[in-house]
């Protein structure tokens, strides 16, 4: 069994965007800049952005920080996105989630310009990955995607479960995985919550991708020896023992499945730490034009 | 086993819709308008296009055909998109495809407004259509949808296998049956070319949606009693015994699965006449802002 490390991974690939920022400096060339909009003081999504904000800084990349009390209008977020559209210095930008109940996120989410759409939400983005043109992904299937591919593991011809049918993890996975590709080409059977036969199910599976959140609940007896298991599930779960009172669970009960596995992504470490990387991935390719000319 | 008989279907909801235009007339609403372009005067799409204004007359829509030879610039007609996006009268249009090579196809069809984009192969529908929003959903996805829930073919928890992975069938196909709905709730595996153990895979389903263009290729020994086959091959072999000198062949080995069957579609006769109907299901949906208010 060998443990997929997220981490090592995201490090590997940061630095090597670093490098490719030296030399875009270097050669006198524009430098990356991503752009995030932070509306209200929600815990969770101040200590997101500013995840975001020190990974651009760990690879060079200029990064902006636009904040907003919970009381802004939709108005005034709907101009500062069209500001951002139509900034030559901006290569991509993200409004980060959830907004205030007042704010229709659908529209926000719509108004940004699919070319700086770098967490991937757009439905023109979205459109483009489903019929297989480039597109710019989101950031956990982006991620999985990149363990994947790192890991050399085979994809083309085996069978994956993807448990859950989620728009930023189940389904675009699910479409990933069964486009022509590498990873890809293989035969991909989604699975939700009124799927009959889950265990037998996920027994036949080469790959599971687990995205329920629901805590543990895969167990030894549904997954097959040898098979690869990528677990989605990060959900916070009371601890006694931690400074935080709470501790990250997998979807996948780990203990029982890791043993029979070829490969894992444990929790935490595995698929999480790709996940803002996979942002600075995609603000590099808009800063190089390598979705959208 | 029963047919799903297409073209039946296809004549009831026409009449359903003759009569939601009769009575929108008598309100002295706005007649539903549906535009074509047709560039030059390939035989295939001469038909498609005649067959298309037929329906339109036989529902009482409005229809505008505009030609082109085959020698018009793209800007000439990327003009000509614009305008009918801006035309207030125009509810849905489509551009018969396929255009000549010196037009770009992808170019044509982002520049059509997605809410009149009645073909639904603009990106953000496509987009829309896999994140669960409104969406205008092409023509032989819907008219398989509007089949399976005519026949009322019950698909939550079942397991469909849909063999093809093409954007204008196989991929939508899969993503409706899985989504939330009905049809829907389905768990869905796509198989393709790569797949390995397809027969077993599709002796395993509950419903077969066959999208590969391979005449007779889903065989009786491939097909479980009671199941429900969708057949969506129409490849044209050649026949001495039809004026045309060609016959319209299924996916489907029809006399060695159709007894099997609880249900299939035959071909022809079942989803193709449905193809259509579904664009005048479209041009309608548009004009009342079903999918974009």
Redesign the interface.
Known sequence: MQLIDGKLTSKEVRKEIAAEVEAIKAAGGKIPHLAAILVGHDGGSESYVSGKMKACEEVGFKSSLIRYDDDVTEEELLNKVKELNNDQDVDGFIVQLPLPKHIDE?KVNETIDPRKDVDGF????????????PAFISATPQGIMELLKRYKIET??K?VVVVG?S?IVG?PM??LL??KGNPG????????S???NLKE?CLSADIIVAAIGSPGFVKGDMVKEGAVVIDVGTTRVPAMDTKSGWRLKGDVLFDEVAPKCSYITPVPGGVGPMTITSLIINTLKSAKKEIYS
Chains 1, 2 share one sequence.
């Open positions: 659908e757009h439905p023109v983005n979205v459109g483009r990955m489903t019929i297989g043109m083309s011809g069978h049918r728009n389904r699910s479409v069964s486009q080409n293989a035969t991909v059977t989604v699975a939700h009124r799927t009959a199910l």
